[in-house]
Nanobody, 116 residues
Framework: QVQLVESGGGLVQPGGSLRLSCGVS????????MAWYRQTPGTQREWVAS???????NYVDSVMGRFSISRDNTKNTVYLEMSSLKPEDTASYYC??????????WGQGTQVTVSS
């Protein structure tokens, strides 16, 4: 199992930027994929971006060119750099770790609000 703790959310104006962090602890060597998801009240959790152990990244079309997922293995941290934020990016953002055996772990989430 791994434990995930997100941070970095907050209130930002449209067009602004934020960097979310996901601290990872536990059986890090068993992680096959790290990802960020987001969710608004009454909707299903939406995949936003993922990064494979090889460094390969993927993004949902709506954030392509605006968001960037990365990781710092020395700090056991995964980041989501968000720029050109829009009101529709407002959501709770969650970090997810997919383990080699297929199980997943989730963080508690961090709120991002984009509003003037």
């Amino acid at each position: 199992q791994v434990q995930l703790v997100e941070s970095g959310g907050g209130l930002v104006q449209p067009g602004g930027s934020l960097r979310l962090s996901c601290g990872v602890s536990g059986r890090i060597s068993s992680i096959s994929l790290m990802a960020w998801y987001r969710q608004t009240p009454g909707t299903q959790r939406e995949w936003v971006a993922s990064i494979a152990p090889s460094g390969t990244t993927n993004y949902v079309d709506s954030v392509m060119g605006r968001f960037s997922i990365s990781r710092d293995n020395t700090k056991n941290t995964v980041y989501l750099e968000m720029s050109s934020l829009k009101p529709e990016d407002t959501a709770s953002y969650y970090c997810k770790a997919v383990m080699l055996g297929g199980r997943s772990s989730w963080g508690q989430g961090t709120q991002v609000t984009v509003s003037s």
